[in-house]
Each structure stands twice: as C-alpha cells, then as structure tokens.
C-alpha cells in the first residue's frame, strides 16, 4: 500500500474524528450502525465479500445458491402492495433466450426510486443474490449489481481485473447503501498514516502476517482473494490476541497478589468427612480434590473453574476444599445466583457434615463448624443471627445469595470464595466478596454447563480449568421423548405417565417458562429461551403459541382425568422463601407429588424419587438448560423419563436441539451442538453483537486454533512485560477493547 508523505495537520487523534467531518453526506446514516469515528469506520469489516467474476448462467440456477448473473434490463416496474403495503420494484433481466425476476421491497416507492433510475431498459449489469422460489418462478430478492460501464475502464485488461476483484459487502441500516459505504472507507482509508494507527501486533508476534495499514486495504480494497484472506487472518488473530492479552495481564496480576496457605491438617473436619462419606469418591474427584487441596496450601490465590457434568459430584468436591480451609482456621462462602439454589446448597451441605456441622450444640461432634445461610428475605432475628456466627467466625461454612455482598455482611477470616454458575454473577460482584476477606481469598468457581474449550479460554480465560466427566456409580438411567404439542392423544399419554410414575412411587416435574398467563408480562422468571432466526420465505413464518404458564398448567392438571386426586403444587421465584421451602418439602415427602414450577428447579434441587421431568415449550429453550432440567431426575436408583413437549418441525433448529437431547445425555457433546447453533453473540454475551463490537472476524465456535496460538504469544509477552510498557500500541488496543459496555463481556470472567 502506497502511504502519502505530505504531512497533516489534524487538531484530534485521526482516528478520533468525527465522521461528519470527512464523510458528513453519510455520517447521520452510518452513526446508526454505531460507527461516529474515522476509527470505528476502519473497523468496520466487510460481513462478507462478493464475486463478479464468471457470472452464472441464468437457466442452470438453483434455489438456496448464492449466485452472480449478467445480463440486460428488459423491464422495470415499480407499484404499490395493496395485500401488506408498501412498494416492489419488479426488475426482469435477459441473457439470450433466458430471463430471470428481480425484486426490491420498500415502505414507499420513493425508496425505490434510485434503484428504478439505474436500473432503466437497455442497462448492461452484474446481480448478486441468493437465488429464491416464489410461485414457481427463480428470483433475486434484494440483490446487490454493479452497473457494467465500459467507459470508466482504461482498457479491457483493467476491465477484467475488476470485474473479478472481490467486492466488500457490509452490513446496512435503512437509507444506506452498500456503495455509500464503500466510499466512506475509501474516503478516509487512503489518507490513513502509520502515524495514525500504531500496529497492536508487535513484529515478534506478527511474523510474516501483514503489518495494520495493508490488511485493511486487504480488508476492504482487495485485488484478489488471496490478499483478502491474509488481511482477514491477521485482523482475526489480532481480536484473539488483543483478548487474550487482556486475559493474560488479569490473570498474572491476581498470582502476583498474597494469599494465605491454607494446607490440609491431619485429624481436622476434612478427614472426619471423608472418613463418613456413604459412597466412593470418583476418580476424578479425588485427582482434582489433591490439585485444589494443593493450591490451597500455597501462598498465592487459587483461581479455578470446576466444571462438571449433571450430577458429576462437583459439590462433594468444593464441601472438600472449604473444610481443608475451615481447618485452617479459615472460613468459605458459597455464592449461590438463586436463594432456592442457596437453601439447596446449604441443606446438602448439613446432610453430608451431619454432626460436623453442629459446632456449639447438643449432639454435635467434637471436631465441628458450622453451615449458616443467608439470604435478602431472611427475617430479622435470623438475619441478626447470622450475621453474628459469620462475624464471629463460629460460621466456617457460609452459604448466601447476593445478600452476602451486602455491606452488613463481615467475615472473621474469608479464605476461599466459591462460586456457583458463575455466568450469574460479574466481576464486580465476586470482587465484593474477596474484598470481605481483608486479603486475596481463593477462589473456586463451578459450573455444571459444560463449557467448550474455545469458550474456556475466552470467557473464562483467567481462570485454570479443571473437569470432572465420571458420574457417581449407581446413577439411574434416564430416557428422553419428543412430544409434538399439536398432538392431543400424545398430551394425554404424557398425563399418564406422570400418574402411573406417582402410583409407583416416584415424583413429577412440570416445567413452565412463565409464572402466570398475563401475556402483558414479560416475567419467565430464569428461563433461558432461544430465539431461533426466522424463515427467510415469505409467508414460511408461523406464529408462535404463547409460552406456558405455571398457574394455568397447574389449574389444567388438576381438572385433567389421569391425575384426578393426585395433589399438583406449584412453584416460582414470586413465593417466599418459606413457601418455595414448604412447595419443595412436600415434593419430597410425595404429600405433593406433581410440582408445576418454573425454572428455579433447574440446579442444586435433589430429590431422589423425582423421575418425570416434563418441560412444556421445549422448544423455545436453549440445550443447556434441558439438559440442566433434564439433570434433576435419576438421581436415585429409579430410572426417569423426560419428556419434551414442543413444536419444532423437521430440519429447524429447535428440532435439532430437541433430537441430540433425547439422543444422549453426555453434557460435552450436547455443548458442541448448542454451540454451533447459538450465534456468536449469544455465546460472548450481548455486549459483543453490536455495532462496535471488537470482535467481528473472530468466531469462539470455529476459531480454536487462532484462539490458542494467540493465548500462548500474549501470556509470554505478558510475562516479559506485564505492564506493557514496551507495548503501548497493545495497552491502547486493550483500552479500546474494554471502552463502555464491551467491558461487561471479560467481567463474566
């Protein structure tokens, strides 16, 4: 790329200015796509590149290919809709004999009045589209074309080299098209100076890929694809290494911090619960105990993701770590995102301590501490109470929601934080937490979301990985069905299956994403529904049936024929605190034996004689979460059933989820299928799907080769230069990278 030598003189940064400045023609339209600077226009990536070379033949095109035609205007028409309004713009092209439909819609027909004056009988032109099928005929809907102009071409040579250089084709708003855009870049791009952009790759970890200022001409002017390709996979491996430089400087800075050892102690509360334990430890328990328990032991922070498979035991192994820190004098708070998951936790926990966890009490053994909970809704005096064992340290084990961040909340001496489903909570959150402990307390972070690798080392790139993938021996097994919700016969069968696993004994999920039928209410109290892309077809789009809701499932039960006399309880995030215990207590006890609820059941509820898990509207939830759901049956030694009641025609995504579900309940499969469905914001978080987003080219879902030769080069820069010092174009970089709300995406780390 030829850089100009004439100096200029700019009052701001260039890259700061505004656009209005340079491009004021397109500044109020391109500020719609969040782009206001010279900079944030550079970074605009093209979402994808067409081809006008070797145009297709228009009577060998077939539906779903993305296509390029040439070929004469015959007629051009524009009218009104009268049907759904608006404008079309009917454009007919002809090659030879062979003829193919344009088509344009508009709210008006002056929108379509630039493409009606362009396009005129007679015009010679190039189209690209993706080819359609409406009533039996072939069409283009929306596509791009470039008029062909034998006059502003020097010769025929220049001619070809252009017709097949790939064109940048960028994502639009209303009013602005791709050509205006194209300009806007050209228009500051060519005045761009290496003085203006400082390349965040230093040359070391660059290598052969090309320098900032020619990939962006690579970018968005290529001469071939070839230069396009490298421009790409240096601005792609310059978003993982940016990320993983950021990561890489967190993660040394909380090693550099002290913390206080706290080793294993001989005869202490560790060893009376291991010696108590009415099961055996897995493999993979006992190898990640030894690991935690060692880097408990040392003097600088752990700092470690357990992740684990429903059901996997992770909860036996995090009780471990806190009593090795309760044993040395030392107190442990499990964060819990749910006061249901919360009250869960700290039940489990008193049930596997027993006497251990009766420090101070008749009946308690001598060795002991004790287990306190705290949650926002707590009474008064319960409150008091246990905000005065926690202060005084009589507390080892402190389980809580976000009450525990309270400023009211004091711990004697916190030594290790543990936080389940981390994706809940920020940051921030878990740092008000540490900074309870005085120090730098551990941290151990849990998750029974299986989490591909490539999202391991983004989201969670601070944090050391450590898997548990055994299931605890004797384990139920559980079976999944599909169940079309617009079939009558299969609803009722579905009924009776609950009554004849009641009649035997066991217990009933009912599964509703919402509370009540207020359709005015946006409240689905936790559930994670996926919003699924829509047909593209006109007319292929059905309305989808409002989600069911826990008041209205329940009162259908009880008047439902197969479960007459079986007593059906409810349960959602609006009850008390005593309610949801009292709803969850005659659950188990199988005085209540159905249990319509919402997903608050969804992590930390075990009920052993629980084997029906029925989720209605399956189809609008994410994998993870079925599965979730899905875990908290065949928890004892009675097989369950599952039974995911949904509409989701072959070949949509929903179908899909729906058939891997009931085709395995391995958690780390289920996680590759749900990652390559999600789209690329739903896995880094909203904060990445906008129109400043600092990662477009880099795909967490395919990229795991980039993402890990990056990860590797910035933890050894960083460890030659944690502040950067020597790297100011990378610390700018990074800045940029966590400017406003981009910045919520590392905090879920």
């Not at 996979?233 to 040394?252: N, S, T, Y």
């Not at 301590?353 to 420090?359: K, N, Q, R, S, T």
């Not at 307390?441 to 080392?457: D, K, N, Q, S, Y």
């Not at 659950?587 to 989720?615: C, K, Q, R, W, Y």
Request: charged share 25%.
């Amino acid at each position: 790329m030829t850089v100009p030598h004439d100096a200029v003189v700019r009052p701001l940064p260039y890259l700061d200015q505004d656009l209005g400045t340079h491009v004021p023609g397109a500044a109020k339209k391109l500020a719609k796509l969040g782009l206001h600077t010279v900079g944030d226009l550079l970074r605009y990536y093209p979402r994808r590149w067409s081809h006008w070379g070797d145009p297709a033949t228009i009577g060998h095109l077939r539906v779903g290919e993305h296509v390029t035609v040439d070929g004469v205007v015959d007629r051009s028409t524009t009218r009104t809709m009268r049907s759904r309004g608006g404008a079309i713009l009917e454009v007919v092209v002809r090659n030879g004999r062979q003829t193919l439909s344009l088509t344009w819609f508009a709210k008006h027909a002056g929108a379509l009045r630039h493409f009606e004056q362009q396009l005129r009988p007679g015009t010679v032109a190039l189209f690209s589209g993706v080819v359609k099928e409406y009533r039996g005929q072939l069409q283009l809907l929306h596509p791009e074309f470039e008029i062909d102009d034998p006059t502003s071409f020097e010769d025929e040579a220049q001619r070809l080299i252009e017709s097949q250089r790939p064109r940048p084709v960028y994502g639009l708003t209303a009013g602005l098209r791709n050509e205006a855009v194209v300009a806007a870049i050209e228009t500051v791009r060519r005045t761009l100076t290496p003085a203006d952009l400082p390349d965040p790759l230093p040359d070391a970890v660059r290598g052969g890929m090309p320098g900032i200022l020619d990939a962006l001409q690579g970018v968005h002017h290529p001469l071939d694809d070839t230069e396009k390709d490298r421009a790409v996979a240096r601005l792609r491996f310059e978003e993982a290494f940016v990320l993983q430089a950021e990561l890489a400087r967190r993660k040394a800075r909380f090693a550099a911090q002290a913390a206080v050892a706290r080793p294993a102690r001989a005869g202490g509360l560790l060893d009376a619960f291991d010696a108590r334990l009415p099961f055996e430890l897995t493999g993979g328990q006992r190898e990640i105990g030894a690991l935690i328990a060692s880097e408990l032991a040392a003097a600088s922070p752990m700092q470690r993701l357990l992740q684990g498979e429903v059901g996997s035991g992770k909860t036996v192994v995090a009780a471990r770590a806190m009593l090795q820190v309760v044993d040395a004098g030392g107190q442990a708070a499990l964060l819990a995102p749910t006061e249901v998951l919360a009250a869960q936790h700290a039940r489990t926990l008193q049930n596997l301590l027993g006497d251990l966890a009766e420090a101070g009490m008749l009946g308690g053994a001598e060795v002991a501490t004790r287990v306190t909970l705290l949650t926002g809704s707590m009474g008064s005096a319960a409150r008091r109470r246990a905000l005065g064992e926690i202060a005084g340290g009589a507390a080892g084990i402190v389980v809580g929601t976000h009450a525990l961040l309270s400023e009211h909340v004091q711990f004697a001496d916190l030594g290790l934080v543990v936080v389940d489903e981390q994706h809940r909570f920020g940051v921030e959150q878990r740092d008000v937490l540490r900074a309870k402990a005085g120090g730098v307390p551990h941290l151990l972070v849990m998750t029974a979301t299986p989490i591909p690798r490539t999202v391991a080392m983004t989201v969670f790139g601070d944090l050391e990985t450590s898997t548990l993938r055994e299931v605890p021996r004797g384990r139920a097994e559980v079976v999944t069905h599909v169940v079309p919700a617009d079939k009558p016969a299969w609803l009722e069968r579905t009924w009776q299956r609950i009554r004849e696993e009641v009649d035997g004994g066991g217990r009933a999920y009912v599964v509703c994403a919402r509370i009540d039928g207020d359709a005015k209410k946006a409240d689905v109290d936790g559930a994670d529904l996926v919003t699924d892309a829509p047909p593209e077809a006109e007319g292929d789009a059905r309305p989808q049936r409002p989600l069911h809701a826990v008041s209205e499932v329940a009162e259908l039960l009880r008047g439902t024929p197969a479960l007459r006399g079986t007593a059906i309880g409810e349960l959602h995030g609006r009850m008390t605190p005593e309610e949801k215990d009292r709803a969850l207590a005659d659950f188990a006890s199988g005085a209540v034996p159905v249990l319509v609820s919402t997903t608050v059941i969804e992590v930390g509820v075990d009920v052993p004689d629980a084997t029906v898990m029925v989720v209605l509207d399956a189809d609008r939830f994410g994998i993870s979460q079925l599965h979730q759901l899905r875990g908290r049956i065949g928890r004892g030694s009675r097989p369950g059933v599952c039974l995911l009641v949904a509409d989701a025609p072959e070949g949509t995504d929903a179908a899909t989820r729906l058939g891997t579900l009931a085709a395995t309940r391995d958690g780390f499969a289920l996680a590759a299928v749900d990652l390559e469905l999600r789209r690329e914001g739903d896995v880094l978080g909203a904060a990445q799907s906008g129109g400043s987003s600092s990662l477009r080219l880099l795909k967490v879902t395919e990229h795991a080769d980039v993402i890990e030769k990056a990860r590797d080069a910035a933890r050894a820069l960083v460890a030659d230069d944690p502040d950067l010092v020597r790297h100011p174009a990378l610390a700018a970089a990074i800045e940029q990278m966590l400017a406003g709300e981009r910045e919520e995406f590392l905090d879920r780390t």
